[in-house]
């Protein structure tokens, strides 16, 4: 890479720092997340400190207010009953809210659960920065996309503790410093790649996984794995997120000292 290129790398990268902060810090953004409540721990429909009752009822949930419980359905205040599907929008565009708050409602495996999201939530209040390593073209790397003949799905545990599935595409292979390595990846809607990873400095100078989002290959194949952009999962911005942990074989056996590292509260 010349030097010319390197140093647009550079500001590409610091650009893209600052939308990531940016994102984060959002009023809605992950460090808003209060609480996931899953439905199967309140037979009776009655969520601590969320307004209303919320009842599972076959491919909805059923939500039941009353003046009392001060919620908005669609941005008008509600009262009654109303079936709700999984959001799949931007958390302030969720179909309930309770002044300020969003109540986001969530499906997983067959599973019901409500998120809170709060602009107030202690997390966003005390964030000062997220702590990154500055643009290195050392880890900027070529690589391959390696798709599998068909999807797999394997069973990792996640934050909350739970064992759930997560569907993988294919591998990306990279060369580090004469090395080859590989991550598992799993394939998104537009075609991009999403790997959950691991490294040696995963729990030590880095948090403990992260994620990397490598743009959709070319037609042979081929694909930019920049670590310089190996981001923070939710999770470390707020507990309350169910983050997949890497699956076997995505713990690099190499210092990955790239990238987003921690976060910062003031």
Request: charged residues 25%; proline residues 8%; aromatic residues 10%.
């Amino acid at each position: 890479m010349s030097t010319d290129a390197q140093q647009q790398a550079a500001r590409d990268w610091d650009h893209w720092h600052e939308e990531r902060t940016a994102t984060v810090s959002a009023p809605y953004g992950p460090l808003s997340l209060t609480g996931t409540h899953w439905l199967s721990d309140y037979p009776d429909g009655r969520i601590p400190a969320v307004p209303g009752q919320w009842r599972e009822d076959g491919d909805e949930l059923e939500l039941t207010a009353g003046p009392e419980d001060g919620l908005t359905v669609d941005g008008k205040p509600f009262t009654g009953q109303v079936g709700l599907g999984a959001d799949r929008g931007p958390i302030d565009g969720s179909r309930v809210a309770h002044g300020e708050r969003r109540l986001f409602v969530l499906s997983r495996e067959g599973l019901w659960a409500v998120r809170d999201f709060d602009p107030e939530s202690a997390a966003r209040r005390a964030f000062r920065a997220i702590e990154a390593t500055p643009y290195d073209p050392r880890w900027a790397l070529s690589g391959i996309f390696r798709p599998y003949d068909t999807s797999r799905t394997v069973r990792v545990e996640n934050a909350d503790g739970v064992e759930r599935g997560l569907g993988l595409g294919g591998e990306i292979a990279f060369e580090l410093d004469g090395v080859e390595h590989t991550l598992q990846v799993a394939v998104e809607h537009d075609g991009s790649l999403w790997a959950v990873f691991a490294d040696a400095t995963s729990g030590n100078s880095s948090y403990r996984f992260r994620f990397l989002r490598p743009a959709a290959p070319a037609a042979d194949g081929t694909v930019v794995v920049d670590l310089n952009r190996a981001l923070l999962p939710p999770c470390a911005f707020a507990d309350h997120f169910i983050c997949p942990f890497p699956p076997p074989g995505n713990t690099l056996p190499v210092a990955v000292e790239a990238g987003e590292r921690s976060r910062l509260d003031g």
